[in-house]
């Protein structure tokens, strides 16, 4: 059966990348999404998630999307979706969905080989779901999703973050350079206004006060996705915030 709200909201993805994408001058967006796993009405025929012609159709659907967020030189970090949780408090373990999202996972990295130049895959399925489904409930202790299998709740987020964090910076190219932004569209107002630090500061033998310059221009980081990507969003930009260096303190003259 068709969403009520599904085609409204096919119809309005185009603007809602651009815009989001623009507004935050994003030069790397994280994409993450379940969405895709869905059957899809699409110019009046039904695309069938799995078959051949639905993997042709949301490969395309892909490369839409693609050629909107990379058209000011942004890079596309995609997410592989981890399986939903074996068990939690409204569901039980379904074989058949995990097989849907090992399925779109693997589609993910055939997108991403085809587009080396501007995509990267970020394997958080590993991260939450380290030996494949089935996924745990508990992992260190804690239940990452405790309600649905499919949502980071509870103490799921901040367990989530930094790892997912240390992905992506490890995904990107300059890795080992300061790091972005991490911004969230539905608003379209960022949702923190960070830069994170990948390295120490440099120790020099005796202390260097450089005059008073403007703070550099970083790239931003923008996340989107759907509503697994909001239950993260907080944790991923606290976690952004925490690890940047303190500023320094401005010195006096007597």
Same mark, same amino acid.
């Given at each position: 059966?068709?969403?009520?709200?599904?085609?409204?909201?096919?119809?309005?993805?185009?603007?809602?990348?651009?815009? /989001?994408?623009?507004?935050?001058?994003? !030069?790397?967006? &994280?994409?993450?999404? $379940?969405?895709?796993?869905?059957?899809?009405?699409?110019?009046? @025929?039904?695309?069938?998630?799995?078959?051949?012609?639905?993997?042709?159709? *949301?490969?395309?659907?892909?490369?839409? /999307?693609?050629?909107?967020? +990379?058209?000011?030189?942004?890079?596309?970090? *995609?997410?592989?979706?981890?399986?939903?949780?074996?068990?939690?408090?409204? +569901?039980?373990? !379904?074989?058949?969905?995990?097989?849907?999202?090992?399925?779109?996972?693997? *589609?993910?990295? $055939?997108?991403?080989?085809?587009?080396?130049?501007?995509?990267?895959?970020?394997?958080?399925? @590993?991260? &939450?779901?380290? !030996?494949?489904?089935?996924?745990?409930?508990?992992?260190?202790?804690?239940?990452?999703?405790? @309600?649905?299998?499919?949502?980071?709740?509870?103490?799921?987020?901040?367990?989530?973050?930094?790892?997912?964090?240390?992905?992506?910076?490890?995904?990107?190219?300059?890795?080992? $350079?300061? @790091?972005?932004? &991490?911004?969230? %569209?539905?608003?379209?107002?960022?949702?923190?206004?960070?830069?994170?630090?990948? +390295? /120490? %500061?440099?120790?020099?033998? +005796?202390?260097? &006060?450089?005059?008073? $310059?403007?703070?550099?221009?970083?790239?931003?980081?923008?996340?989107?996705?759907?509503?697994?990507?909001?239950?993260?969003?907080?944790?991923?930009?606290?976690?952004?915030?925490?690890? *940047?260096?303190?500023?320094?303190?401005?010195?006096?003259?007597?």
């Amino acid at each position: 059966s068709i969403i009520a709200w599904g085609p409204t909201c096919d119809a309005g993805t185009p603007d809602y990348l651009r815009s /989001s994408v623009q507004g935050a001058s994003a !030069n790397v967006v &994280v994409w993450l999404s $379940t969405w895709e796993t869905a059957d899809r009405l699409v110019n009046g @025929r039904w695309y069938k998630f799995g078959t051949p012609s639905g993997d042709k159709m *949301l490969l395309e659907k892909l490369d839409e /999307s693609r050629r909107i967020i +990379t058209a000011n030189g942004a890079r596309i970090l *995609l997410l592989t979706v981890p399986p939903p949780a074996a068990h939690s408090d409204q +569901t039980v373990r !379904n074989p058949t969905q995990e097989a849907q999202f090992e399925h779109l996972n693997q *589609l993910f990295q $055939t997108f991403a080989a085809q587009h080396a130049e501007s995509v990267t895959i970020v394997d958080f399925a @590993r991260i &939450v779901c380290p !030996n494949g489904p089935p996924c745990p409930e508990y992992v260190d202790g804690i239940r990452l999703r405790p @309600r649905d299998g499919g949502h980071f709740e509870g103490g799921g987020p901040a367990w989530v973050a930094p790892r997912l964090l240390d992905a992506i910076l490890k995904a990107l190219p300059d890795a080992a $350079t300061p @790091r972005s932004s &991490v911004s969230r %569209p539905p608003s379209g107002a960022p949702i923190a206004a960070t830069a994170v630090s990948s +390295t /120490s %500061p440099t120790t020099v033998p +005796t202390p260097v &006060v450089p005059p008073p $310059t403007a703070p550099p221009q970083l790239p931003s980081m923008l996340l989107v996705g759907d509503s697994v990507a909001d239950s993260i969003q907080d944790a991923l930009a606290a976690e952004a915030a925490a690890r *940047l260096p303190a500023s320094p303190k401005p010195s006096s003259e007597s």
